[in-house]
């Protein structure tokens, strides 16, 4: 993409936070954009309090639920959500033990072509409880190859798409779409505040609006690691109570080669 395809997007997109690997800029509805250096963070420091804070609710709840089935508690319910926090953890656990691996100074990403597509829709079956549940409707026009490190480039877009479904209304829309090297994943969901826009990609940072919402604040934060380690380019436009649109920078495969 371009400096004039991003310029085109700002321009069009504002409030927008546009997130680089050396510097994040905010560009406000009005006025010039407010440019913030890239700290890189503590690696060591980041995956323990990424581990304490992602672990500790499915552990507190596993626990209760262990001592209810002891208690013969409705046995069979129990189990179904021992089951249901097992697998959470076991998603944050790979999830962890990838982000170490890129975090590694010798790190060599493992570079694949895949189908977008049926990356997203690989994605989208393990939230198909959610979905289901607030009856969402997606429209998806993902078709083409990409070359990235699967397993990382994975975890980005399951955080992305994971905060679509959770903010987003019962019965609302999302939209996935990749057109013209840049994929976009948008809902109309609670939207963030403008002013707080800035911040939404520090470590454990949650809109005011949110905070009644389970969650760690530490989704975009985890995108913006991994995608600074491939130097993607990527930006977050949001407007309250309008939704959030993100927009990530990807080079599609020319298949005509």
Same mark, same amino acid.
């Given at each position: 993409?371009?400096? *004039?395809?991003?310029?085109?997007?700002?321009?069009?997109?504002?409030?927008?936070?546009?997130?680089?690997?050396?510097?994040?800029?905010?560009?406000?509805?009005? +006025?010039?954009?407010?440019?913030?250096?890239?700290?890189? *963070?503590?690696?060591?420091?980041?995956?323990?309090? !990424?581990?304490?804070?992602?672990?500790? *609710?499915?552990?507190? !709840?596993?626990?209760?639920?262990?001592?209810?089935? &002891?208690? +013969?508690?409705?046995?069979?319910?129990? =189990?179904? &959500?021992? /089951?249901?926090? !097992?697998?959470?953890?076991?998603?944050?656990? $790979?999830?962890?033990?990838?982000?170490?691996? %890129? $975090?590694?100074?010798?790190?060599?990403?493992?570079?694949?072509? =895949?189908?977008?597509?049926?990356?997203?829709?690989?994605?989208?079956?393990?939230?198909?409880?959610?979905?289901?549940?607030?009856?969402?409707?997606?429209?998806?026009? *993902? @078709?083409?190859?990409?070359? %990235?490190?699967?397993?990382?480039?994975? #975890?980005?877009?399951?955080? =992305?798409?994971?905060?679509? %479904?959770?903010?987003?209304?019962?019965?609302?829309?999302?939209?996935?779409?990749? $057109?013209?090297?840049?994929?976009?994943?948008?809902?109309?969901?609670? +939207?963030?505040?403008?002013? /707080?826009? &800035?911040?939404?990609?520090?470590?454990?940072?949650?809109?005011?609006?949110?905070?009644?919402?389970?969650?760690?604040?530490? +989704?975009?934060?985890?995108?913006?690691? #991994?995608? @600074?380690?491939?130097?993607?380019?990527? !930006?977050?436009?949001?407007?309250?109570?309008?939704?959030?649109? %993100?927009?990530?920078?990807? $080079?599609?495969?020319?298949?005509?080669?």
């Amino acid at each position: 993409m371009s400096v *004039t395809d991003w310029y085109e997007i700002i321009e069009k997109h504002k409030p927008i936070l546009l997130i680089e690997s050396d510097k994040i800029v905010f560009y406000p509805s009005e +006025g010039d954009g407010l440019v913030q250096p890239q700290k890189l *963070t503590d690696t060591k420091t980041f995956f323990v309090s !990424a581990v304490s804070h992602e672990l500790f *609710t499915p552990v507190t !709840a596993i626990i209760g639920l262990v001592q209810m089935a &002891k208690d +013969g508690i409705y046995v069979q319910e129990t =189990l179904q &959500k021992i /089951e249901k926090h !097992a697998l959470k953890m076991q998603r944050i656990l $790979e999830q962890l033990v990838v982000l170490s691996k %890129v $975090e590694k100074e010798d790190f060599v990403p493992n570079l694949t072509e =895949l189908n977008l597509e049926t990356l997203i829709k690989e994605i989208l079956e393990e939230f198909k409880g959610r979905i289901e549940e607030k009856n969402l409707s997606f429209s998806i026009n *993902t @078709r083409g190859l990409i070359k %990235v490190d699967r397993e990382a480039f994975k #975890i980005a877009l399951r955080n =992305l798409i994971s905060n679509a %479904v959770k903010y987003s209304p019962h019965g609302g829309e999302i939209k996935i779409h990749f $057109e013209k090297n840049v994929l976009s994943i948008e809902d109309r969901g609670v +939207g963030i505040p403008e002013s /707080e826009l &800035k911040n939404v990609t520090a470590r454990f940072y949650r809109a005011s609006n949110v905070r009644t919402v389970p969650g760690s604040g530490l +989704g975009l934060a985890i995108v913006k690691h #991994i995608l @600074r380690r491939f130097n993607i380019v990527w !930006a977050i436009h949001s407007k309250l109570n309008q939704g959030t649109k %993100v927009f990530i920078k990807i $080079e599609r495969i020319d298949q005509s080669k």
